[in-house]
């Protein structure tokens, strides 16, 4: 099992540009999310979906947008990049949610940077 | 809203010390999560507490969760080296009605030789 795979690792943007980070899982989870890492912040979730067809806001969703046409993918797109972008990005998974034992399952990042 | 406060954020100590790091939640929550951080890593996770008084180890480390006063514990025993790195919790939506898991600002551990 791959689990959570997040490409790419590591992206150099301009302000203004555009572009998609991918995740994709192979565990057959229904719930996945976005989440960015700040030093001093912990992690602040962006977007989440609880199924294929269905996403909704997070606590930063300002910026960014999401799509599920699949339960495999859930991209993440910076519609015009900003030097507030940039972060460390988590892409994660669970199998439920509030349902028994179903940690979320992170992929390994993709460090951003908007000069 | 719901919100998780980690402390303490920063935690220096001594190998073969004990300590607690504390995770308070502001709503209503039956799971609490622990996950770990080594440097320039993902998450992985240590703990899944799912109910009131629960109580879970492995090695080192205890869990325990007190639904009631909205506390979580992880407690360290005798800590190791290999112990350093950033602990996160994190508390599942699902009681309040939101499909969110909300993070701590984590503490970051760092166990002396």
Redesign the interface.
Known sequence: NAGVTQTPKFQVLKTGQSMTLQCAQDMNHE?M?W?RQDP??????IH?S?GAGIT?Q??VPNGYNVSRSTTEDFPLRLLSAAPSQTSVY?C?S?WG?????????????TRLTVT | ELKVEQNP?FLSMQEGKNYTIYCNYSTTSD?L?W?RQDPG?????LF?L?SNGAVKQEGRLMASLDTKARLSTLHITAAVHDLSATY?C?V????SGT????????TRLKVLA
């Open positions: 719930y999310s989440y001093g912040m912990g992690l602040r979730l989440y609880v909704d997070g606590e988590f994660a669970s949610f509030g349902t028994g034992d179903s940690p979320l399952h992170f992929g390994n990042g | 954020l799971r999560y996950y890593k993902s998450l992985e996770s899944v799912l996160f994190a599942d939506g699902a009681t499909y969110k898991y909300i993070f701590g600002t984590g």
